[in-house]
């Protein structure tokens, strides 16, 4: 059973940082590419950002490009949600999920395994 647990979200000030991390439960995203989403409250899921199955690729919706970045640890079957300069904007569940293609998409196709979210809360 492939299984994606996120973590690190909270509550943080305009301005500050926040880390996610997508763990999975086996080599579940070896040799895959793993994007990052995230809802808000009555907004569609949208493109956070994404890497290549090596690391050797990122990419990034215009909103974050900038100020997040996306990494991965395959050793540890983990990728990373490093979020920097954090808007009351970015306020949202982030969602990590596994991408059958290379590059990964920018919208929910393609993308087989979910997370069940993190929450982030930017306050101004």
């Known amino acids: 059973q492939v299984q994606l647990v996120e973590s690190g979200g909270g509550l943080v000030q305009a301005g500050g940082s926040l880390r996610l991390s997508c763990a999975a439960s086996?080599?579940?995203?070896?040799?895959?590419?793993v994007g990052w989403f995230r809802q808000a409250p009555g907004k569609e899921r949208e493109f956070v950002g994404a890497?290549?199955?090596?690391?050797?690729?990122?990419y990034y919706a215009d909103s974050v490009k900038g100020r997040f970045t996306v990494s991965r640890d395959n050793a540890k079957n983990t990728v990373y949600l490093q979020m920097d300069s954090l808007k009351p904007e970015d306020t949202a569940v982030y969602f990590c999920?596994?991408?059958?293609?290379?590059?990964?998409?920018?919208?929910?196709?393609?993308?087989?395994?979910w997370g069940q979210g993190t929450e982030v809360t930017v306050s101004s």
């Open positions: 890497i290549s199955w090596s690391g050797a690729a990122t």
């Open positions: 999920a596994r991408s059958l293609i290379n590059p990964p998409r920018t919208d929910k196709d393609g993308y087989d395994f």
């Open positions: 086996a080599s579940t995203i070896s040799g895959y590419a």
